[in-house]
């Protein structure tokens, strides 16, 4: 029961155009939402994160939002860059909490 | 500053073998947590501490145990390996909440 789910599991983008990444919810009692990158070889690296609170939060390049009632959330980056290229993980929880579910995962390729 | 370090970065063991996977950190973190992440697959929570002392269960404990004496070390044991047990195991850490910190990893085989 995949309660996080990442449908696509890649994306190819031309660089300084915008990318888009996308991530569904079942379990409406999740109320804290992040995004994860990684690279090959590493450990992941976190992203930005939102709360059921907001509907939109902003960090530079990266912007997350999300729709409660479609239980939906999506990582916009722009403009997209090379050093961009890595594998994207959506994560929830309930609450500020340590429980943390994540998707599989969406390999991201930026093309020069 | 060296933030999370998991030692050792790759392993091979047989079946039936046990082993413990270091994790340790340098920035006082009260949070440290233990993910398995199979090929395809997203991170799945195998076990987490909230401080020196206190442990608790994730998604997926059985075959692990862990346990934290200090706030810098929250290694990871496994017992009588199995091949399921093969996976790439990160260790990870935050002063409170969702882990902001991870190691580089542990790929282990288990044959």
């Known amino acids: 029961d995949q309660q996080v789910k990442q449908n696509s599991p890649s994306l190819s983008v031309q660089e300084g155009r915008i990318s888009i990444l996308n991530c569904d919810y079942t379990n409406s009692m999740f109320d804290y939402f992040l995004w994860y990158k990684k690279y090959p070889a590493e450990g992941p690296t976190f992203l930005i994160s939102i709360s059921s609170i907001k509907d939109k939060n902003e960090d530079g390049r990266f912007t997350v939002f999300l729709n409660k009632s479609a239980k939906h959330l999506s990582l916009h980056i722009v403009p997209s860059q090379p050093g961009d290229s890595a594998v994207y993980f959506c994560a929830a929880s309930k609450e500020y909490g340590n429980k943390l579910v994540f998707g599989a995962g969406t390999i991201l390729r930026v093309k020069s | 500053n060296a933030g999370v370090t998991q030692t050792p970065k790759f392993r091979i063991l047989k079946i039936g073998q046990s082993m413990t996977l270091q994790c340790t950190q340098d920035m006082n973190h009260n949070y440290m947590y233990w993910y398995r992440q199979d090929p395809g697959m997203g991170l799945k929570l195998i076990y987490y501490s909230v401080g020196a002392g206190i442990t608790d269960k994730g998604e997926v404990p059985n075959g692990y145990n862990v346990s934290r004496s200090t706030t810098e070390d929250f290694p990871l044991r496994l017992e009588l390996a199995a091949p399921s047990q093969t996976s790439v195991y990160f260790c990870?850490?935050?002063?409170?909440?969702?882990?902001?910190?991870f190691g580089s990893g542990t790929r282990l085989t288990v044959v």
């Open positions: 990870a850490s935050s002063l409170n909440g969702p882990p902001n910190t």
